[in-house]
């Protein structure tokens, strides 16, 4: 199979759609969190310490299991699909917050850390389905990484493209609402074929 045939596309796609969601989130969660909803910095930089930790305990056992199974379409799908929720569910939660409290931080919080967790988790798995894609120990698969690479890269300038209008336009929740349901959009091919 040459690397530029639909299977590596369709790797590549996977990597374009999850940089458009992770793109918005990654330049507006904190400024929507500190700026708009007045919480603080360390709010979040708990949040992405607490999910850290969590990666570090739980994701070996994920990976572990899908290996031991052989399901990793299935923890990719259910991966995916769960992050694209928790980042539309974040984005409605922050358009709909009119004031802070403590139950609003935790909720917003908690959604974040969540989309960290199932994002990462799903980039995991879906890295190791590469050897499924090219042939292993070959050029080839170092080809269709490369494109992955290239493909999630142009999804971050993309997803900037997209997300600064939507934000500017509809506030900045709004972007994680339009990564999240581009993300569903886009990924949905590769794990089909998956």
């Given at each position: 199979?040459?690397p530029?045939?639909?299977?590596?596309w369709q790797?590549?796609a996977y990597?374009?759609?999850?940089?458009l969601a992770n793109?918005a989130?990654?330049?507006y969660?904190a400024l929507?969190?500190?700026?708009?909803f007045?919480g603080s910095?360390?709010?979040v930089s708990?949040?992405v310490a607490l999910?850290?930790?969590?990666?570090?305990l739980?994701?070996?056992?994920?990976?572990?299991?899908?290996?031991?199974?052989?399901?990793?379409a299935r923890?990719?799908?259910?991966?995916?699909?769960?992050?694209?929720?928790?980042?539309?569910?974040?984005?409605?939660?922050?358009?709909?917050?009119?004031?802070?409290?403590v139950g609003?931080?935790?909720?917003?919080l908690?959604?974040y850390?969540l989309?960290?967790f199932?994002?990462q988790?799903s980039?995991?798995i879906?890295?190791?389905l590469?050897?499924?894609?090219?042939?292993?120990?070959s050029?080839?698969e170092v080809r269709?990484a490369g494109?992955?690479?290239?493909?999630?890269q142009?999804?971050n300038?993309?997803?900037l493209?997209?997300?600064v209008?939507?934000a500017?336009?509809?506030g900045?929740?709004?972007a994680?609402?339009?990564?999240?349901?581009?993300f569903?959009?886009?990924a949905?091919p590769?794990?089909r074929?998956?």
């Open positions: 199979m040459p530029t045939s639909i299977k590596a790797w590549g990597d374009f759609a999850n940089s793109v989130v990654i330049f969660f929507w969190f500190v700026e708009d007045r910095d360390a709010g708990i949040a999910v850290t930790i969590v990666l570090l739980v994701l070996p056992q994920i990976g572990a299991r899908a290996d031991r199974t052989g399901q990793h923890f990719l799908a259910i991966l995916t699909f769960g992050s694209i929720t928790s980042l539309c569910l974040l984005g409605l939660a922050a358009l709909t917050i009119t004031e802070p409290s609003a931080t935790i909720l917003v908690g959604l850390g989309f960290q199932l994002y988790s980039v995991s879906y890295t190791s590469l050897r499924f894609v090219g042939e292993p120990d050029r080839q269709v494109i992955g690479m290239a493909m999630g142009l999804g300038v993309v997803g493209l997209l997300a209008p939507i500017q336009a509809f900045r929740p709004a994680f609402l339009g990564g999240g349901l581009l569903l959009i886009l949905v590769t794990i074929w998956i």
